[in-house]
Nanobody
Framework: QLQIVESGGGLVQPGGSLTLSCTAS????????IGWFRQAPGKEREGVSY????????YYEDSVKGRFTISRNNGKNTVYLQMNSLKPEDTGVYYC???????????????????WGQGTQVTVSS
């Protein structure tokens, strides 16, 4: 069965750093676009960052631009999200999603993604 698993979440102080991993099983990420989304309690799910795993071209939403870095290691079938200068508003469950549709433009709509992980909790405490 096709599966996506996120890992690396945890508790961190404001200003700290955390790195999340998104690993695919049953298919190769080399031909997929990957998106990171997050959802805080009582709030809607929002996009965070996206990457074309073929070219490595990244895109960041304004809320995280300059603080987060998305990258991929196709050999490990894994996409990473390095989060620096974390803020309390970064708290939430982070989800990794994949879609077979590849484009030079970032895929920012959640409903365009076909596969989703179960999420990993990130808590930034003040």
């Amino acid at each position: 069965q096709l599966q996506i698993v996120e890992s690396g979440g945890g508790l961190v102080q404001p200003g700290g750093s955390l790195t999340l991993s998104c690993t695919a099983s049953g298919f190769s990420l080399s031909y997929y676009a990957i998106g990171w989304f997050r959802q805080a309690p009582g709030k809607e799910r929002e996009g965070v960052s996206y990457i074309n795993t073929s070219t490595g071209r990244p895109y960041y939403e304004d809320s995280v631009k300059g603080r987060f870095t998305i990258s991929r290691n196709n050999g490990k079938n894994t996409v990473y999200l390095q989060m620096n200068s974390l803020k309390p508003e970064d708290t939430g469950v982070y989800y990794c999603a994949a879609t077979k549709f590849l484009t030079a433009l970032p895929i920012r709509r959640a409903d365009e993604y076909d596969y989703w992980g179960q999420g990993t909790q990130v808590t930034v405490s003040s």
